[in-house]
């Protein structure tokens, strides 16, 4: 039968048999962690009771939230508001300027050789008036309230447009926003109609000019508020959903909040994905290239490294499948049993059988996929805790075994391995 074996291996060159092997080996691993990177996903719809306590597998940030805190602290924001203390002698002017075409108005009329019927002295003042009126759109003046001033008399006229000057002055000087524009020009109707210097006659005059001088004065400085605006936006950080988070405990309802938030973790039924099961192809390959060029490169007989490399994938296939039992049974524990792991076994064998080289690659491969294998789907990428007491266990090994010149020596270097592991043990519980 060694014969048979033998004489196939031979019609092979090494390069072909350690591919073929090597993809033989890759095909099993991945096949076997396989289970270990699917995504865990529930078969769950809104307004449902959990199955079970479900954690957030991994860290992603909630923009939905994160969007309304940012609209929160936005519409928190004050407006900047800059007040123009010009305002105040411009709107006094404008009523300056009204008050000197009345004043030219009555001086035409009284130069005029025969004097104007009442109408045509009010189209007369109304032309005068043309460019002031244009100018403010809301300056709308009856024919009764022209014809006021026209009549009154000028003692009384001067009197009332001091008090008038003196009242848009002292109002304007106070800051006026758009939205209280109607409630300042009230309080200024009032303030005319109570004056003792404004004659009654000119009264309804006076108030549809005071309420035409009074603008806002403190206008919305448009620029600067979305500047702050933006500040209080970036000063909101993104809402994140960690690694680890419990979403929905055991029992609890889930509502619309608590279903998007699975959605968004992608552990509803419809959005399991084949990104960890690529990740994991890759990793796959990266191994087996390790071993590739590790024993293509080997000075070795070609039988000898035959012999190493049946060797190496045998012990590193029996590893993934030792750690894979124990990886079934980690949810009936809540300590943490990966453990359990003999971090011995696969290099001492290993290096026993092959060689030193080979086993320090071993060690590390299999601290790789035991950090996949043993992942506890919160955690980062890999299980670093595992896969840090597998290699500090496997490379102990490898080192007291180096010297090894009878059997006593192997239960020497277990029980030094031994106390590694629990040495590591023990600062990981102190840690945690």
């Not at 200024?188 to 006076?206: G, H, M, P």
């Not at 500047?227 to 405990?249: H, N």
């Amino acid at each position: 039968m060694d014969k048979h074996f033998k004489k196939w291996m031979d019609m092979f060159s090494f390069r072909v048999f350690l591919i073929v092997i090597l993809i033989f080996t890759g095909i099993l691993q991945f096949l076997l962690m396989l289970n270990n990177v699917r995504g865990v996903t529930y078969d769950i719809q809104a307004f449902q009771l959990a199955p079970e306590t479900i954690r957030a597998v991994k860290t992603v940030e909630d923009t939905v939230k994160t969007e309304k805190e940012r609209q929160a602290a936005e519409a928190a924001v004050e407006p900047v508001y800059v007040f123009d203390d010009e305002i105040a002698e411009h709107r006094v002017a404008l009523i300056e300027s009204i008050y000197e075409i009345v004043l030219d108005v009555r001086d035409e009329i009284e130069e005029m050789e025969e004097i104007p019927t009442k109408e045509e002295q009010i189209q007369l003042f109304r032309s005068k008036l043309k460019e002031i009126t244009d100018s403010q759109s809301s300056l709308r003046l009856t024919d009764d309230q022209l014809w006021s001033l026209i009549i009154i008399e000028k003692n009384e006229l001067n009197k009332g447009n001091l008090a008038l000057k003196r009242i848009v002055d002292e109002t304007l000087s106070n800051p006026i926003r758009k939205e209280n524009l109607t409630t300042v020009r009230n309080e200024v109707e009032t303030k005319i109609r109570d004056n003792e210097n404004i004659s009654q006659l000119i009264t309804s005059a006076f108030v549809t000019i005071g309420r035409v001088a009074i603008v806002e004065t403190e206008k919305l400085d448009e620029d600067k508020t979305q500047e702050r605006i933006q500040l209080a936006r970036e000063s909101v950080e993104p809402t994140r959903i960690l690694q680890g988070q419990i979403i929905v405990q055991e029992g609890e309802l889930i509502d619309r909040e608590i279903y998007r938030q699975l959605e968004l973790l992608g552990v509803t039924n419809n959005q399991a994905s084949m990104k960890p099961v690529i990740g994991l192809a890759i990793l796959v390959l990266l191994q087996m290239s390790f071993l590739y060029f590790l024993f293509d490169r080997s000075k070795l007989s070609v039988n000898k490294n035959r012999q190493h490399l049946l060797v190496t994938v045998i012990v590193y296939l029996i590893s993934i499948a030792l750690m894979e039992l124990i990886s079934l049974l980690t949810d009936d524990f809540e300590v943490m049993i990966a453990f359990l792991y003999p971090t011995a076994l696969t290099t001492m064998l290993v290096s026993l059988l092959a060689n030193d080289k080979v086993a320090s690659l071993v060690t590390v491969l299999t601290a790789a996929s035991s950090g996949v294998i043993f992942h506890e789907g919160y955690s980062a990428v890999l299980q670093m805790d595992v896969a840090l007491y597998i290699l500090l266990g496997g490379f102990a090994c490898i080192y007291f075994i180096r010297n090894m010149e009878n059997r006593s020596d192997i239960l020497n270097a277990c029980g030094i391995v031994a106390v590694a592991n629990l040495l590591f043990i023990a600062f990981y519980l102190l840690m945690s």
